[in-house]
């Protein structure tokens, strides 16, 4: 999605540890618009696959997630980090480690959002060993759900998260294909 690519080389940055900062579009500051032709792309991508609710991740997954469900017309489910106080219900939990904080967090869905009849699109802002989108599986195959496909905005594809999610058989559709942040400059998939 050349828009996004864009935007990726000219308003981000590359931190040390392998980091790409893009905090002034999607991960702190969200542009609305680029929210929305990156929504419209993933329901272009998967218009036939019988998409019945949109699954993500709070915080940054809820822009892309919003727009993409908002284009499918079925309602998106957020997995929380923190279960909430008022959150009396049984949940489904999972355990992800993030990359960029070094914390593991417990994120957890009601399970009344997610059922065996669901067929989930899991959508993720960024996708780098992936193991917010593992998590998000792990959720999904505890309500018995089935996940129609994998859609992340950008993919290091060179930290291993797109590999273990084809190997294992979902479905993964990246807009943006990072293939290394060598230099501390961004290259895409199929540059030369």
């Known amino acids: 999605m050349k828009l996004l690519e864009d935007r990726i080389r000219n308003d981000s940055e590359v931190l040390p540890g392998n980091v790409l900062k893009i905090n002034s579009f999607l991960n702190h500051q969200v542009d609305p618009e680029l929210m929305m032709a990156v929504g419209t792309?993933?329901?272009?991508?998967?218009?036939?696959?019988?998409?019945?609710?949109?699954?993500?991740?709070?915080?940054?997954?809820?822009?892309?997630?919003?727009?993409?469900?908002?284009?499918?017309?079925?309602?998106?489910?957020?997995?929380?980090?923190?279960?909430?106080?008022?959150?009396?219900?049984?949940?489904?939990?999972?355990?992800?480690?993030?990359?960029?904080?070094?914390?593991?967090?417990?994120?957890?869905?009601?399970?009344?959002?997610?059922?065996?009849?669901?067929?989930?699109?899991?959508?993720?802002?960024?996708?780098?060993?992936?193991?917010?989108?593992?998590?998000?599986?792990?959720?999904?195959?505890?309500?018995?759900?089935?996940?129609?496909g994998v859609g992340v905005v950008v993919a290091k594809s060179f930290q291993g998260g797109s590999t273990w999610i084809k190997k294992h058989g979902y479905k993964l559709e990246a807009l943006a294909n990072i293939a290394s942040l060598a230099d501390n400059q961004v290259h895409f998939v199929g540059e030369n």
Request: one cysteine or more; glycine letters at 4%.
């Open 41 to 148: 792309e993933f329901a272009h991508l998967f218009e036939d696959a019988g998409i019945t609710k949109v699954l993500t991740c709070e915080a940054s997954g809820i822009a892309p997630g919003v727009m993409t469900a908002y284009e499918l017309h079925v309602p998106m489910v957020f997995a929380r980090k923190k279960k909430p106080s008022t959150l009396n219900d049984e949940v489904y939990w999972a355990d992800v480690y993030s990359y960029t904080k070094k914390t593991t967090n417990q994120i957890c869905v009601e399970q009344k959002f997610l059922n065996p009849n669901d067929r989930l699109l899991i959508i993720d802002d960024f996708l780098a060993n992936g193991e917010a989108v593992k998590g998000m599986i792990n959720i999904a195959h505890q309500a018995y759900a089935e996940i129609a």
